[in-house]
């Protein structure tokens, strides 16, 4: 299904009807304008927009000195530099420069396009909007340098920047027949107000008249990406007067943000188990601006007030959200992966040769069940062999291709559970002596604040120094290539997010493309992909499934009973189907057919347009 319009804007190309705004979006490691999972999640939206010929223009923000570039010490202590890249070099400087009032006085902000092109020529502008220009204060000019740094201050003029001036610049671009404005997370719901503001001056009536807020909540969808209390930014409503425009502040008082957001819908009596953990999980039950001693601005809320549809990005993930913020109608829509871009060279080529025109429709994929096992093992050898070959270069070891591998690449942060595999370290080398020997490969950033992340990256390589059989390496630096490489070259993906903070993960959606299945505790996209024993794996049980009885175990007990679970699958499941050639084959293929051929931002894509974009 294509959706593209026939009268292209001269200067994107394309007439956009859909505005996707994010904070962050990783298109290749030469723009470094990604942290991790949510920016590698738009990339891949933009690239699947394209190949479907839906009329979409991407704002994001110009970051000059990227996220960071991660090394790490000995001990594993983690350093951090910015990143040096010349986007003057690399992108197309569009011509308008738009502004508007921050700190008191007019910021000027300009903006650079790359054009992300479908193999029939279809394109779908990124709009990278950046304020390093003559006449900005140094301040304002450094807006768009760092990604995620700085302090609250920094962060609330960043969105400022995404929201407000991003619904600028499409003006001046002349984007005339746009009908969504599509925010990924809370980073651009300043955009709500900007629009209310542009929406009542066009119609020539006040802000809260009911006409506007139709008008504009008719027009905003908004996803929620995750229950972790880190990803809803809040700001003290006295430093968002003494930042914003007065026009912009004054419409997210409480009193109109009350005449914007509508009653919520009642939660249906779902889980008590779900409901607690969700409270547990966050503080965004109640809006803080009517409630908190000190007034604040919940960003995702101001997003929720005005938007038309509300998703979610996993089914449990649905339910949580539903639960956290009282409403039965945020929809659910599951992430996906773009199957091109992750595929590996060699997985690719027995796809072009047995399963002609994957790339056109990834559903194709279903009929990997019928690949010939010996030529799907040896695609994953050749990119295994790939992996470790990389591994020995940055790591200085002498990992063999022959030893089973277990790969982690993720955000080391503490919900993420990168120390799980290491809660019993003696047996975990005890299993693999067992069994001939493991591999295991490790990788992922943590934020530059985040002390105990860092913290446990150092713990976790503490502990495994002492081991002598399932010996490990933590990979500096974790990128879209290293990510490319381990999630096709490991035997086995691993996942231990602590349920249920995951909204959905995608790197076990990655390594499924490519064959590799999933060890994974039951949160998240896993609970729609795992199929024990032929897609991969669970760790543990669902604890927070619908009607399941007793109390949520505390996070102590959980990390036990998580632990031993997986060292069980590990010795009784794992690591004897991996050596039986025929039996891995088959899992391989399964994990392809059933999990890599639905988990796709093509699959993803569709669902937006028809369920959330033109309804």
């Known amino acids: 299904m294509r959706y593209a319009s026939a009268a292209p804007n001269e200067t994107l190309g394309i007439d956009p009807r859909v505005a996707y705004f994010t904070m962050e979006i990783g298109l290749s490691d030469t723009l470094p304008t990604y942290s991790g999972g949510l920016g590698i999640l738009a990339g891949d939206t933009i690239r699947s927009a394209a190949n479907l010929h839906v009329p979409l223009v991407c704002v994001c923000l110009l970051h000059r000195e990227g996220y960071f570039i991660q090394t790490l010490d000995k001990d594993g202590t983690q350093r951090d530099e910015p990143v040096r890249w010349q986007p003057e070099q690399m992108l197309r400087r569009l011509e308008p420069t738009i502004s508007f009032k921050l700190d008191g006085r007019s910021i000027h ?3 650079y396009m790359v054009p992300v092109k479908a193999k029939d020529g279809f394109t779908v502008p990124v709009i990278y909007l950046d304020t390093n220009l003559e006449g900005n204060t140094v301040r304002h000019r450094n807006i768009t340098s760092r990604l995620y740094g700085g302090d609250d201050e920094l962060r609330l003029r960043q969105e400022a920047v995404l929201g407000i001036g991003g619904v600028r610049m499409l003006e001046a671009l002349r984007c005339q027949n746009l009908k969504i404005y599509h925010m990924n997370e809370g980073h651009a719901s300043l955009l709500v107000p900007e629009l209310v503001r542009h929406t009542a001056k066009r119609m020539g009536i006040a802000p809260n008249d009911r006409r506007v807020i139709d008008t504009v909540r008719e027009r905003c969808v908004f996803t929620t990406h995750t229950p972790v209390p880190a990803g809803h930014d809040r700001f003290p409503m006295d430093m968002v007067h003494r930042i914003l425009d007065p026009d912009i502040a004054a419409l997210l008082s409480p009193e109109q943000t009350g005449a914007m957001r509508e009653a919520p819908v009642p939660a249906s009596p779902g889980s008590s188990r779900t409901a607690k953990a969700a409270k547990t999980a966050t503080a965004l039950a109640e809006p803080e601006t009517e409630t908190a001693p000190t007034p604040m601005l919940n960003m995702t809320l101001t997003g929720f007030a005005l938007s038309g549809r509300i998703n979610a990005v996993a089914r449990r993930h649905t339910e949580v959200s ?8 945020i929809l659910s829509v599951t992430n996906g992966v773009h199957a091109k871009t992750w595929v590996c060279g060699d997985m690719a080529k027995l796809f072009d040769n047995q399963l002609p025109g994957w790339r056109e429709d990834n559903t194709v994929l279903r009929g990997a069940l019928g690949l010939d096992p010996q030529s799907l093992l040896k695609a994953h050898l050749r990119a295994k062999i790939a992996l470790i070959d990389r591994v020995n ?4 070891v002498r990992f063999d291709a022959e030893v089973f591998t277990l790969g982690f690449g993720r955000r080391a942060t503490a919900y993420k559970r990168l120390n799980l595999l290491y809660k019993d370290p003696e047996r975990l080398d005890a299993i693999a002596k067992d069994h ?6 490790l990788a992922g950033k943590a934020h530059p604040k985040d002390e105990p992340g860092q913290a446990m990256i150092v713990d976790t390589l503490r502990k495994a120094r002492k081991l002598k059989h399932a010996h490990t390496v933590y990979l500096p630096n974790y990128n879209m290539d290293l990510c490319g490489l381990m999630v096709a070259g490991s035997d086995v993906w691993l996942n231990t997010p602590r349920p249920p903070l995951e909204a ?22 896993w609970l729609e992909g795992c199929v024990e024993g032929l897609t991969g794996w669970a760790i543990g049980q669902d604890d927070f499934a619908p009607g399941r009885k007793g109390k949520p175990p505390t996070t102590t007990a959980q990390d036990k009973a998580h632990a031993a679970d997986l060292y069980d699958k590990l010795d009784q ?10 039996q891995w084959a088959s899992i391989m293929a399964h994990t392809i057919a059933l999990n890599g051929a639905h988990f796709t931002t093509q699959r993803m894509v569709r669902e937006y347009v028809a369920g959330l974009y033109f309804v």
């Open 109 to 111: 902000v300009g903006a």
């Open 322 to 329: 539903r639960m956290m913020f009282g409403r039965d109608d």
């Open 393 to 396: 270069e940055i790591a200085k």
């Open 436 to 441: 001939g020997g493991m591999q295991i490969i």
């Open 504 to 525: 959905s993960g995608t790197s076990g959606m990655k390594a499924a493309l490519n064959g590799v299945p999933s060890l994974s505790t039951l949160d998240g996209w």
């Open 573 to 582: 499941a794992v690591l004897p189907a991996y050596v039986k050639r025929k």
